[in-house]
């Protein structure tokens, strides 16, 4: 990491502004790319930032990526939700920081954790003090298949409880513990999409595991939201181009059609 006491922040919602507060909180200069921002001109006056933290949502991750500034990319960091290494590297961004970030912000809310947010990349000693200030539990995590686990595991998460919400649309205990068959069949569903997306031998079991700790985590979370159905209609192109069944996502598609 470059050793200079400057951070970029591409996207300053909640969570930009959650992690902009624990890293001035920790004496950083916190430099703001906003939605309309030059960001070649910031790139012009801050060339060697520490760390460009790109907290914009995944569905403008792309293309935020396509123009990030090249001399911003070995600092790159990223705390989108369904994030993957093939998120990344089409961009020729290398060994990123990242957030798997288990902690919501709402406005004129303090942050509410559902579990600790696992960190990987040069710069994750950095976020996990800057999260320590604002009391957000987080750790290191030690290697790529460490990492790995932990993005499938909060995509599992993520995808179950908002596509299962989409029958059940009540918290996540309800989907869990009440409507169980849907939340498997989702899951089962999902798994072969994350195993596509990844090229990875995924351990299902490990991974509904760690799924079920992060809904004992915070069990009256909703389960669902206004950005579910995309994430359904995404999770079926995935299955589109791997050739993938997935019956119950098209169930569920087809009756919220």
């Not at 300053?12 to 790319?33: C, D, I, K, Q």
């Not at 998120?87 to 060994?95: G, H, L, Q, R």
């Not at 947010?117 to 000693?125: E, H, I, M, N, R």
């Amino acid at each position: 990491m470059s050793s200079n006491n400057t951070i970029v922040i591409v996207g300053m919602g909640e969570m930009g502004g959650s992690f902009a507060r624990g890293l001035l909180r920790l004496g950083y200069t916190v430099v703001p790319v906003l939605r309309g921002t030059d960001i070649n001109a910031v790139a012009t006056d801050y060339p060697d930032p520490a760390l460009t933290l790109v907290t914009v949502g995944e569905a403008d991750l792309d293309a935020t990526l396509d123009s990030l500034p090249s001399p911003w990319k070995p600092n790159a960091g990223l705390v989108q939700n369904e994030l993957l290494p093939r998120s990344w590297a089409p961009y020729d961004i290398v060994d990123p920081t990242v957030a798997v970030v288990w902690f919501e912000k709402k406005p004129g809310r303090s942050e509410n954790s559902i579990i600790p947010t696992p960190l990987a990349g040069p710069g994750a000693d950095l976020l996990n003090r800057a999260l320590a200030t604002i009391d957000v539990p987080s750790f290191i995590v030690g290697d790529d298949e460490e990492l790995l686990y932990e993005l499938v595991r909060k995509n599992m998460y993520i995808l179950t409880v908002n596509i299962g919400g989409l029958v059940t649309r009540d918290t996540v205990r309800d989907l869990w513990y009440n409507h169980r068959r849907v939340a498997e069949d989702v899951a089962a569903d999902l798994l072969q999409v994350q195993a596509w997306l990844t090229g990875a031998d995924l351990d299902a079991d490990r991974l509904m595991a760690g799924m079920v700790e992060a809904i004992d985590g915070d069990p009256e979370h909703g389960s669902t939201g206004r950005s579910a159905p995309a994430r359904l209609a995404r999770a079926i192109s995935y299955a589109d181009e791997a050739g993938l069944a997935v019956p119950k996502l098209r169930e569920i598609a087809a009756s919220i059609a």
